[in-house]
């Protein structure tokens, strides 16, 4: 049983009062209809065929705001896995060959079916997530967004003439696909950090093995059927899920899989990376982030305000790029602490599926344990809880938006991803001190500026170790530009012009003898 696994065995504490229950009959009624769906699929994919663990045993899939039962998927492990692979590089062969147009058309069509089923996969990803409907119709849209890009960037992927050195040569450049590629995916956005890594690699020819989360793995398996039904062909897209360390073992030794690609945490990153030299394969990592978000003393008020609260508060704290740690100039520090706190206390929480809602539950009992114990460590070394700071009165993994101040880089909420509802509050006296503050981290993916200074915006963003900067905005992710980290942030960027070299090789080819008779 997976770490995982047994984590989510203990999401029904008994103490704690279960939600509302109209609210958990809705939410029961929509998981009936979307059972009865045309997207509902609860196997594994493998050569375009829907099938079970080899050993018919099942793993569960949980509603995190209610606890039901959604559905049982397919415990699957190394063998399903090879079975996987088997097909993905069977289909390699004609995929690659298919022209960029054909592989396009297949693509759009897959974009336009997401787009067109956008409602009930937005349902989906709130059932078994746990995010506001709102938000999770806003992931679709972000996740088929890189589909459209893809069709698009297939139809570009150009070589290189080279100027000859010789009279007699050419010498050119063409990329090609990288084969067959293991796509291993996390929970907090149960489609797009499918459909960002797909997207290109199907683009350009590659065929996939994706295995997404096992808290996650419907909205991945009603992508599928999608592609299924856009013609993309049986075995160029397959889906595994279960036991995650003999899947990932399983994708990292055949030499058939020459690219892993993984979003998750760093730890399990790393695992990869070392993996991954066995067989030398080529590899992409998204990990976790420890993000800076510095307000200076010339911000716009309202405007740093509104920035941090949607850069910590997406998904209750549970993305990658979510600011972790605020930290604000001591002129502006009083006034902010207020006006973020009052902010703050409006988030209403809930199930994802009732009106208003834009905070929903935390995936599992053992993420709301996780932030328990970075406020514990953060109060014992003498932070405040300003608000929140407690288990909701709803229950199940329900948590009160909470802003935490007098916090210190030392402390546990300074130094970890926190990945909860959770904004601490650090205090700084001058910009070299704010970019001291946030480059003390070993890692590198996002970091936001709040200033109305533009020479300082620039030395400051110049100065950052960071993949991504947003200045004066909290949400910057989109399709056209490069996404990823330095430092243990990560390898590689996803999205953009740029994203599609992850799965393309160059072959450098020197033509000779052209003047021969
Ligand atoms: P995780 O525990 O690392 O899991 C990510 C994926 O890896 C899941 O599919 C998981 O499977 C699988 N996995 C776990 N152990 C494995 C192993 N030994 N071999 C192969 N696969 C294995 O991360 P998470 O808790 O799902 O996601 C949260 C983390 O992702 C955070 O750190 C967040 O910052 C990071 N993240 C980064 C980005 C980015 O773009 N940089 C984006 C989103 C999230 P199971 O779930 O089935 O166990």
Not at 47 to 55: E, Q, V
Request: proline fraction near 4%; charge should be neutral; charged fraction near 20%.
């Amino acid at each position: 049983m997976t770490v995982a696994r047994l984590a989510r065995c203990k999401i029904l504490p008994s103490h704690l009062p279960r939600m509302h229950l109209p609210s958990a009959h809705r939410q029961m009624s929509i998981a009936a209809g979307l059972k009865n769906s045309s997207i509902f699929r609860s196997q594994g994919l493998i050569g375009g065929k829907w099938i079970g663990a080899h050993d018919g045993k099942t793993i569960q899939v949980n509603n995190p705001a209610t606890g039901e039962i959604i559905a049982d998927v397919p415990f699957m492990g190394r063998r399903e896995t090879n079975d996987a692979i088997s097909s993905a590089y069977n289909a390699f062969n004609s995929w690659s060959k298919q022209t960029a147009a054909e592989r396009s058309k297949c693509l759009r069509k897959w974009y336009d079916l997401i787009m067109s089923h956008k409602e009930e996969l937005g349902q989906l990803i709130t059932l078994e997530q746990g995010k506001p409907l709102k938000e999770a119709l806003g992931e679709v849209s972000y996740g088929a967004s890189f589909i459209e890009f893809f069709a698009e960037e297939a139809k570009r992927v150009y070589g290189d003439i080279i100027p000859a050195t010789l009279a007699d040569r050419r010498l050119f450049v063409l990329k090609q696909p990288v084969g067959v590629v293991g796509a291993i995916t996390p929970w907090n956005f149960p489609l797009a950090m499918i459909t960002r890594k797909v997207g290109p690699a199907l683009a350009c020819g590659c065929t996939v093995v994706v295995k997404p989360s096992e808290l996650t793995p419907l909205t991945a398996l009603a992508a599928a059927e999608l592609a299924l039904q856009a013609g993309i062909p049986p075995g160029v897209l397959n889906v595994v899920m279960g036991n995650a360390p003999d899947i990932g073992d399983a994708l990292l030794a055949s030499p058939q899989v020459r690219k892993i690609t993984f979003t998750g945490s760093t730890a399990v990153g790393k695992k990869l990376m070392a993996g991954a030299a066995g067989t030398v394969k080529r590899i992409s990592l998204e990990l976790g982030g420890n993000a800076p978000c510095i307000v200076f003393d010339d911000a716009d008020l309202d405007v740093a305000v509104k920035g941090a609260l949607a850069a910590k508060f997406r998904n209750s704290g549970q993305t990658c790029v979510c600011a972790n740690r605020i930290i604000v100039q001591e002129g502006i520090y009083e006034k902010f602490a207020e006006a973020f706190s009052k902010a703050v206390q409006n988030l209403q929480v809930g199930d994802g599926f009732s009106e208003g809602v834009v905070q929903g539950p935390l995936i599992n009992e053992a993420a709301v344990q996780k932030v328990e114990s970075y406020i514990q460590d953060a109060i014992s070394k003498g932070a405040k809880v300003l608000l929140g700071g407690k288990r909701h009165s709803l229950g199940m993994t329900f948590y009160e938006p909470t802003v935490v101040t007098d916090v210190k880089s030392e402390m546990l909420l300074a130094r970890e991803e926190v990945f909860g509802p959770v904004a601490p509050l650090l205090q700084f006296k001058t910009e070299e001190e704010a970019i001291r503050i946030a480059n003390d981290t070993n890692s590198g993916l996002a970091a936001y500026i709040f200033t109305n200074n533009v020479q300082r915006t620039w030395r400051v963003l110049e100065a950052l170790e960071y993949g991504l900067v947003g200045v004066n905005e909290g949400i910057i992710s989109t399709e056209v530009a490069p996404f990823g980290g330095v430092k243990q942030s990560g390898l590689g960027r996803e999205g953009s012009k740029y994203g599609i070299d992850e799965y393309l090789e160059l072959k450098y080819v020197c033509l000779g003898d052209m003047n021969r008779k």
